[in-house]
């Protein structure tokens, strides 16, 4: 009868105990490297959760695809496959057709205008923009703006007609080299240096860090420092897995992203200008800058490129972007 009773105490302490609770997992999907400046970011993000939440919350990092691509990252986070992922905001545009404003060419003049936009209230507004189709945007992370190489010396709209530039999938940067009487073709970005040192295409459109590292600039005689456009990247997360976190576990996790994403746009300013230069130094190809009046030529030229997208994208949100090149 003792060891009866004892066995119902300790049956009772063991239910009664409370049971440890497993770490909510975080995998975080990119396409890039671990070296490029949205690697280091998505690393130091892991870095300071494990400092700050040890045995809460384990992020999982899977580089250069290794779980999903940009194209189907979206759905398998929908499908709670994967938590986090930071695709080039282009990719958002069966979601959204709002975030179509950052490919519109000639918007912004420099990062810090990009900058200025993305901290206002309507550039914050933007990461809500897919809340309803169960997408929401924790932050912007930076790869710089875009430059354009080519075969020819590009100065003013006139010398792009008739050449044809590979684009990432867009509306929009279709319809910003149709502007110039220019051919757009829809190409891999693995495909790119093969279509330029076969002559295929006569030129593309890049950050100075992808020009780079893909080795761009040893097959293009010349570059037009063009600041013409935006290459970004939103990170993004299941509105479910977001808001179903517990609200001093979100709030330790927004402010360890906004801290990596700090840290990973540091990175990518200062290797824009670093390959920039590196680019210069190897004397592969000419660096052309544009006069303020060469590149007035190309806003007035791209301005109809606006108009054709407005419907979709809101012409006070274009104002509002517009207006932080002047702050």
Same mark, same amino acid.
């Given at each position: ?16 105990? +409370? ?22 970011m ?6 300071? =959760? ?6 809460k919350?384990?992020?999982?990092? #899977? ?19 994967v ?45 809500n923009?897919? @809340?309803?189709?169960?997408l929401?945007?924790?932050? #912007?992370?930076?790869?710089?703006? @875009?430059q ?5 010396a ?33 190409? +891999? ?6 279509l330029?040192q ?7 459109e ?14 293009? +005689?010349? =570059? ?27 709030g330790?996790? @927004? ?38 009046e060469?590149?007035a ?11 054709e ?12 972007a #517009?207006n932080?090149?002047?702050?």
């Amino acid at each position: 009868m003792r060891r009866l009773c004892f066995l119902f105490v300790l049956l009772a302490g063991l239910v009664a105990a +409370p049971l440890s609770a497993a770490p909510i997992v975080i995998k975080f999907s990119h396409v890039v490297a671990e070296n490029t400046p949205k690697g280091q970011m998505a690393n130091k993000f892991k870095e300071l =959760i494990d400092q700050r939440l040890a045995g809460k919350v384990v992020v999982e990092v #899977y580089p250069n695809s290794q779980l999903f691509g940009d194209n189907k990252v979206l759905q398998a986070m929908l499908l709670g496959d994967v938590q986090m992922a930071a695709p080039a905001l282009s990719k958002f545009e069966s979601f959204t057709r709002s975030l179509q404003l950052f490919d519109l060419p000639f918007l912004f003049k420099d990062m810090a205008a990009v900058e200025r936009f993305q901290k206002s209230e309507a550039g914050q507004k933007l990461l809500n923009s897919m @809340k309803k189709k169960g997408l929401t945007g924790l932050g #912007y992370i930076h790869n710089g703006m @875009k430059q354009l190489s080519s075969s020819n010396a590009i100065r003013v709209p006139a010398d792009a007609a008739g050449q044809k530039f590979r684009i990432m999938t867009s509306d929009v940067l279709a319809a910003q080299f149709k502007a110039v009487k220019a051919t757009p073709l829809k190409k +891999p970005f693995s495909e790119v240096f093969t279509l330029l040192q076969t002559k295929a295409i006569d030129g593309q459109e890049n950050t100075w860090s992808n020009i780079f590292s893909k080795k761009f600039f040893e097959v293009q +005689p010349y =570059i037009t420092e063009s600041n013409h456009g935006l290459l970004d990247y939103m990170v993004v997360t299941s509105t479910e897995f977001w808001m179903d976190l517990p609200d001093d576990l979100r709030g330790e996790v @927004k402010k360890a992203l906004d801290e990596a994403i700090t840290f990973g746009n540091q990175v990518a300013a200062q290797k824009g200008v670093d390959d920039r230069q590196k680019i210069i130094d190897s004397g592969r190809s000419k660096v052309i800058t544009l006069s303020a009046e060469e590149r007035a030529q190309w806003v007035e030229v791209m301005k109809p490129v606006w108009k054709e997208f407005e419907h979709e994208i809101g012409k006070d949100l274009i104002d509002a972007a #517009y207006n932080s090149n002047n702050m």
